[in-house]
């Protein structure tokens, strides 16, 4: 196969132009229906490769609707993007309704096998199991959800009919796409573990010799995945049942650690409809996903705590930073402790995000020193346990607005790099059931609220994000892959947009600032170095990052109606009209 120029292609585009009842919940959170917003004067799609960019607009451009251009930039990146998300994973899709001023939540997280114990990922001497080994497994697999829940979106949302989404992404896996820079990377680097390890993902991701990784510009087609399309074209439910359904069980069941995921498993799992959650920053709305995302907690718990202070005030100064890394440290030790699936531990959003109490925890923050020995709060009565969750940074994030209005913020992925390592029907499976806690229990004895349990959904860190300005009218989305880091990419953007007065590219661009477990961890070399001189001053504990890889993509609506996007960067995307 020949070589091509992914950049020559890019460019070319851009100029071009426990329970699974499915029934809608809904929280008691603020309300999420907001003023109807005026239709824009175009659509808009942004995202993370270019070619499920332009997948998304040639959908747009046949009358589709925001949904229906999802699904098309969804299976696209399954192909060209598939280290970081796919169809055989999970998403959350956060949807607003212009015309009702509805916000919905579409929850596809993978579900958890019926057969699975507590000790999922414990060793025969009762300890974690090495982490890689937990990933590379066929025990990290749950019951893929992201295809059934944009088929649940379509069916309320959806112009055309159920099958043109999918042309794109079957017309590039048939004939062929250029390896892009990142993704020839990726498996150039995980090729030094176990990608090459199944027969499969060898002979996708390597040459003939079965060792060279393919490498960027490699003209990749997919014959299997274009033909798993089709079958979804027929029956949206074609990777849980049938066919497609059994390869995959025969690729979990493989060595080493066999899975635990069965037919029966696949058949049960449906797609979640509920309210987003909703809560409000000085005067705007913020709407994002109800848990087992945890990102729409964490992110409104830290403005909630910001709320208190002048953001706008003390700008992209040490005050500023110092101020977003301690709410960001107490909005973290809360989400660790108390945020996972809900249909098994109660999760009282409202608590949390009350703002009473995060005035409370916001009165923790000394303008002159760093917090020492965060600890989770005590927003309601709850015994949990201290959080053992491994962090694994993969995802992908993309988000559409049509011409009429329609608005979808959308984070999908397989979870690590690649997944679980191994692929069934030309795609790659998820490793998300490494997003349970490996310990059931903490120090003390208490349960940590993310642990494994049969048909439980993992929590996430994915943060999808719709924000409204004071008269309720759509202003942006935003949201960002990066595993638990996610969080604080996707709330730099909004005190970026909000309180600095930046524009969507310029709230993309700001250096990423984490702030977790006792530690900042920051792009040395987006930051003002005297700012990183400042905090380890205030007795923060600095890393000093080359570089945050997070994949924010913004769409932002300006007065007039007209549409602005905004790309990270730092991977590979664009955001363009139709």
């Known amino acids: 196969m020949k070589a091509l120029s992914f950049v020559t292609l890019a460019l070319a585009i851009a100029l071009g132009g426990c329970t699974n009842s499915g029934q809608e919940t809904q929280t008691t959170k603020s309300s999420p229906v907001i003023a109807t917003t005026p239709a824009p004067q175009t659509g808009m799609v942004a995202a993370a490769n270019p070619l499920a960019v332009e997948a998304g607009l040639e959908i747009l451009r046949q009358g589709g609707s925001a949904v229906d251009a999802a699904v098309a930039v969804q299976t696209t990146l399954g192909l060209v993007e598939p280290q970081s998300s796919g169809i055989g994973g999970g998403a959350f899709l956060i949807v607003y309704d212009n015309k009702t001023g509805e916000v919905w939540n579409y929850n596809g997280r993978e579900a958890a096998p019926a057969a699975i114990t507590p000790e999922l990922f414990l060793d025969e001497n009762g300890e974690p199991l090495r982490y890689f080994d937990g990933i590379a497994s066929g025990r990290s697999t749950g019951a893929p959800g992201v295809m059934v829940m944009l088929h649940r979106a379509y069916e309320d949302y959806g112009k055309l009919d159920w099958g043109p989404q999918f042309e794109p992404a079957i017309a590039h896996a048939e004939n062929g796409f250029a390896v892009s820079p990142r993704m020839a990377m990726l498996v150039n680097r995980m090729g030094q573990y176990v990608l090459n390890r199944q027969e499969q993902a060898r002979e996708y991701f390597f040459l003939d010799d079965g060792v060279t990784p393919i490498p960027e ?36 069941q493989e060595e080493p650690l066999p899975g635990y995921l069965t037919l029966e498993d696949m058949a049960n799992y449906q797609p979640v409809k509920r309210r987003a959650l909703c809560s409000t920053y000085r005067e705007y709305k913020i709407c994002g996903a109800q848990p087992p995302a945890s990102g729409g907690v964490a992110v409104m718990s ?21 101020h977003f890394a301690q709410a960001s440290f107490l909005a973290y030790a809360d989400r660790d402790k108390y945020v996972a699936d809900d249909a098994f531990i109660p999760v009282d959003t409202d608590a949390l995000l009350n703002k009473d109490y995060l005035k409370s925890r916001a009165a923790l923050i000394s303008p002159d020193a760093a917090i020492q020995d965060v600890k989770a709060g005590h927003p309601y009565d709850f015994v949990a346990g201290e959080d053992a969750t491994p962090d694994s940074p993969g995802t992908s994030h993309f988000t559409v607005v049509d011409k009429d209005g329609l608005t979808v913020s959308m984070t999908t992925t397989v979870e690590s790099a690649f997944g679980s390592q191994r692929m069934a029907a030309g795609f790659v499976l998820n490793n998300q059931l490494t997003d349970f806690s490996f310990r059931t229990h903490d120090a003390n004895g208490d349960p940590i609220a993310n642990a494994p349990a049969p048909g439980k959904r993992p929590r996430s860190s994915m943060s999808p994000t719709i924000v409204f300005d004071k008269d309720g009218e759509f202003l942006f989305t935003t949201g960002s892959p990066g595993g638990n880091s996610i969080i604080a990419y996707t709330a730099k953007t909004i ?84």
């Open 217 to 252: 510009g490699f003209l990749r087609d997919n014959p299997a995945y274009a033909a798993t399309l089709k079958a979804l074209q027929k029956n949206p439910r074609a990777l849980l049942e049938g066919p497609i359904a059994e390869a995959i069980i025969e690729a979990i």
């Open 302 to 322: 830290i403005l909630g705590m910001l709320e208190n202070y002048d953001m706008a005030g003390m700008g992209q100064s040490l005050s500023g930073w110092h």
């Open 495 to 578: 005190i970026g947009m909000l309180d600095w007065g930046l524009t969507p590219q310029q709230a993309i661009e700001l250096p990423n600032v984490i702030a977790r477990n006792g530690t900042i961890r920051l792009e040395e070399n987006r930051l003002d170095p005297a700012i990183i001189e400042g905090l380890e001053s205030l007795d923060h504990t600095v890393v000093r990052s080359k570089g945050e890889i997070s994949g924010i993509h913004i769409i932002y609506r300006n007065k007039d109606g007209s549409l602005r996007g905004g790309a990270d960067p730092r991977r590979e995307g664009v955001a363009l009209s139709p």
